[in-house]
């Protein structure tokens, strides 16, 4: 492994060359392919030496040195001996079979003529060739006994303890490649005892690891140690190496080092002198073991993605490449590392001064234990419809990531909030609460729904101002490098490269398993697009038997790339994430070289680096101006009019806004709920989550239970797919940066509950394997639907007067999706006994909170305002299905006690149908959503028109704001209702940057009874 560590340290494919521009690893690779090699003994070089000199071609001779060198002496002079003879034979031979100047004839037969006068010049060259071979015999001899001596002084040093026991070279009766002995390290001492963040998904290939470690998915936070489970033994292991790390200090052997208070100061950024003196970020020896470590690591996890399209190098040289594949390793992933934001660069890119940024987030995240979130925010394609959830590119990357970050000590996650039919703006607008004010890496991939560039833009400004952090932006085909100028934040571009073509259907089974029909060459005979498609919905289990399940996933479409491709471009992530992560290692020992470790907390500190990002990137233009504003009027020929009259020379906008919602949102730091989903944190950031209960302690009055807690129609995790994994014998990039083998054991037959907890036994096609333990759901899920009542006095007040701002019996909550859709793969959604597709994973959800005229008031309590705005996003165009509940009822709150009065079986019978009506909303959901996907590219739908004010003529609607209620007509609430963009229409109640504080929002219909129905989806 030495070369391949002195490569890495200068020509690695993750290490910058002094002109900044970061090659694919195709010189790297050479080296590493032939200092890979067994290094030649003693013998043959000796024999390569004379040979060379003496202008002679002697195979039978070079056997004789690896016999030496190989078999030992006794065997070695039989097998010289036989070599002598064949060799002065051959070289009889040589000589008898040349003609005159050196050329046989044309017959092979010696010439007639001059056969004497050639005679003295044979014998003379036989001579000649019988002492080198006694020459070289003594120089392998020699040879031999220098490698014999050599090998027993290593020996020596080995026991004596002054060797790596890790890695040693052996003898053997069989010349072959040395591979590194195992290594085992004992890891039981750095578990946890108890689990912290609770995860459904298992990488396929990890089901045997210990429960709650990375490798299983189950990471604890803060991992704080570098003893992730490891699987030395496995086939992956061997060939391309593993993290073979302990503590140097064996005082410490299998025991977790003290730390100082992360959680004690913002951002975990302890003073260096807080750190305690055995602290390892302290130990100058642990720390060059555990970089060293670390870059191999990173290596072979880039070399793992080469290898995965056919032009990656193992660690162990099983691998060689031809003059064809460097070429085509070159154009693979080509990088730039840049210089200036001008300098050119073709595929993927950066900055180096965006590189420092990362390298110190990175740093920071490895020596206090801290969270790597990677984000995606776009629209259907982005979101994987057509390919699986799992498998959208942003989660493909999240699997190649995670595990080597764990062994790092951070816990990496992946988060896809793509939303089909939809765009970005609605989560947007809630600043980065949907999103995780966490997230470190950002990507907006929406082109298609959101084409105006002011649209991108805010989408990264409020992931930049309303988080913790300040991310790293990428966007698809988005202008970021002002970001860059001018508020300093790191960005990133990720481009495409070289992949193997097919050809015909016999061909491609030499293509390696991830290319195969990703791209078919000119003229071929077989179609790639009919192989886009292969992710399924169904694994079978011994456990459980489903409905019949579709053959692949729903959603495709002529923009949804299938999952091939999302997985090529997952990679392409992955290995700028990779090489930024390699940079930030190298910096790290430069660093340490300089001052010792710890590196000085200028180097590492980030929260002075964030803030100065968040504040100077309102400095950055191109959120609004005259090309768009930050809302629509109703019609498209409102539009053109109003255009007309702008008045401003600031920002060419309206000096009066009217009821657009104000461009002083694209520097606000916003906040929001919803009940769209996946979102961050999908409890906390719930819009029931500051929904005001009723005085009976309901925030929905019309199920007995919070819907998200439904249990699953059977247990986790889902079984290895041969969509999601390649053979055994091929590379997966995931498995090999955690060195954990590819196999799929026996599962122990597991409980099965329904959504009541019984047992499924009597459900058709349900087993009733009776194992309750496993049944489970993440200890992040709570039940909100039951809250403690506020007493009596909401009750005599409602008695009193009808009018009374209190929360009403009569609105529905559509839940949408049970599970927990959290955007990640770690957590099951919608794994309800009515799907169709079990597998396929969609996480696109489209909850809210809707009420008629006898439903009486829905109450958000808003806490935290800081600049003086609230506003809403809600659809008025909904009809009596949205509000089962107030069937049959002809006054509000049906007359007094909504339907808490029914008991026995009918109030069970009520709760079934709500329970029917409910799974009934999802479906019709799901179908809103498919509908909204197929107008995705239509422009005629994206800014004009949209759904109506309303759908059974006029209404009033009431809002009241701390108690002041406001009431508007159809009419009127048209002229408020605002377009942002496609399929997002908004209200705004506040607009007062002088409000502050805590305030108390509540709305309601009247005098429309059932017929008109309002929903509220996101608040903001």
Known sequence: ???????????????????????????????????????????????????????????????????LSNEGINNGLQRISLAMQQSYAAARGHFAGEGEGGVASSNGAPPAADSNAAAPADSDKRKKMLLLLMATLFVALLGAGLDKFTAVEAEKELEAGEQDPAFHEHTSDKKEVDKPAIHLINVEGYRPTEMVNASDFILPGTENAPPLSAAKGRPYYPILNHFQHRDPKSPYAQQWGYFDFEDPDPKWDGKMRPHPDFDGVPNRDVLNADFPDSAWQNDEEYMTSFLAQAKLLVNRSIEAVYAEYGVGIPADGSVTLTEEQYVHRDQFAPFVLKETINTPAGGSWSTKKSFDGIARRMIHHIMTGDTFKLTLGGHSAAAGHGAGFNQSYIIEAGH??????????????????????????????????????????????????????????????QA????????????????????????????????????????????????????????????????????????????????????????????????HPGNRIHKRRGRMIALIVLRSLAYALDKWETLAAESGYPIAEEHWHVTEYYKSIREKAPTVGGCYGNSWKIGQKRHLEEIEA????????????????????????CNVPLQGRSLWGPRHNPMESSLLSIMRANDKGDIDPGIKNNAYIDKPCYNPPDRPAPWTVPP??????????????????????????????????NAQGVSTIIDEAEVHISTSIQNTTRVLAEGDEAVATAAVDKNAIVPGYGMNVKWGRPGVCDGSSHHWCDKTCESGCLMGGGQDNRGMVCFDGFSGWVIFDIKNVKSGFIGARMEPWHGPAETPITAAWKEVNNGGNGNY?????????????????????????????????????????????????????DYTFEYAINGTIVSWNQAK???????????????????????????????????????????????Y
């Open 1 to 67: 492994l030495q070369p391949l560590v002195a490569a890495s340290r200068s020509n690695g494919p993750m290490d910058a060359p002094e002109d900044d521009v970061v090659p694919s690893p195709s010189s790297f690779a050479r080296k590493v392919a032939r200092s890979s090699e067994p290094p030649a003994s003693a013998t043959q070089v000796a024999w390569a030496r004379t040979n060379a000199a003496n202008g002679t071609n002697g195979a039978a001779v070079e056997n004789v040195a690896s016999a």
């Open 400 to 461: 190649v990531l995670e595990p080597v970050f764990a062994h790092l000590g951070v816990e990496f996650r992946a988060y896809n909030f793509a939303q089909g039919g939809m765009g970005t703006m609605q989560q947007a607008m809630a600043g980065m609460d949907l999103r995780s004010k966490e997230t470190d890496w950002i990507m907006w991939d929406s082109r298609m729904t959101e084409r105006p560039p002011s649209i991108a833009n805010f989408f990264l400004r």
């Open 464 to 559: 930049l101002i309303s988080g913790n952090r300040a991310p790293v932006l990428m966007g698809e085909g988005v202008n970021v490098n002002e970001f860059h100028e001018k508020a300093g934040a790191a960005i990133a571009a990720q481009g495409m490269g070289w992949v193997p073509v097919t050809v015909s259907d016999e061909q491609v089974k030499e293509v390696p398993w991830a290319a195969q029909w990703l791209q078919c060459a000119r003229g071929a005979t077989t179609d790639c697009k009919k192989h886009e498609y292969t992710a399924g919905c169904w694994v079978e289990r011994e456990d459980f038997k489903p409905r019949p399940q579709g053959a692949i996933v729903g959603g495709q479409a002529g923009w």
């Open 642 to 665: 109003d255009n007309n009259n702008v008045t401003t020379a600031a920002d060419g906008r309206n000096l009066d806004e009217g009821d657009f919602w104000p461009s002083r949102l």
């Open 728 to 761: 055994s014998t091929e590379p997966f990039a995931p498995l090999i940066g955690a060195s954990r083998r590819l196999d799929v054991e026996e599962h122990k037959p597991r409980q099965l509950r329904g959504m009541d907890g019984s047992l499924f036994g």
């Open 901 to 953: 009065d029914k008991t026995g079986r009918e109030r069970l019978l009520h709760e079934e149908y709500q329970e029917q009506q409910m799974h009934e909303g999802v479906e019709r959901m799901k179908q809103e959503i498919e509908e909204d996907i197929q107008h995705e590219n239509d422009p005629g739908r994206r800014l004009g028109g949209g759904q109506s004010c309303g759908m059974a003529g």
């Open 973 to 1019: 609430f048209c002229e408020h209702f605002t377009r942002l963009n496609y399929n997002l229409d908004v209200i705004k109640f506040m607009d007062d940057e002088s409000k502050t504080g805590n305030f108390e929002l509540a709305m309601r219909m009247t005098n429309v009874g059932r017929a008109q129905v309002m929903c509220i989806t996101h608040l």
